[in-house]
């Protein structure tokens, strides 16, 4: 079955980095598009960045654009988000999830499948 388990999490200080991992399973994992979402306590969750296969593209919510970067690795089934520049605002569970349609979107409703989550904390 369809399996996305995330893992990189932890606690840093504003301004480090942390790079997250999506280790995918169960099927063609350079078939589908997918996302990074996270979700703070009290908030919506939302997301923050996408990517497909094919011509690599990209999409960035504008809170991480130039911080955040997405990318794969399709031997190793995995998928990246390198985080830099880290604020304290960053701090939240974050998911990555398979999309159900073929283009970078940030719309949670766009996709099926989800991993357990990892949290990042960002101290000032």
């Known amino acids: 079955q369809v399996q996305l388990v995330e893992s990189g999490g932890g606690s840093v200080q504003a301004g480090g980095s942390l790079r997250l991992s999506c280790a995918v399973s169960g099927y063609t994992y350079s078939d589908y598009c997918m996302g990074w979402f996270r979700q703070a306590p009290g908030k919506e969750r939302e997301g923050v960045a996408s990517?497909?296969?094919?011509?690599?593209?990209?999409y960035y919510s504008d809170s991480v654009k130039g911080r955040f970067t997405i990318s794969h690795d399709y031997p190793k089934n995995t998928l990246y988000l390198q985080m830099n520049s880290l604020r304290p605002e960053d701090t939240a569970m974050y998911y990555c999830a398979r999309a159900v349609v073929a283009y970078p979107t940030l719309s949670k409703y766009q996709y099926k499948y989800w991993g357990q989550g990892t949290q990042v904390t960002v101290s000032s």
């Open positions: 990517i497909c296969p094919g011509r690599v593209t990209t």
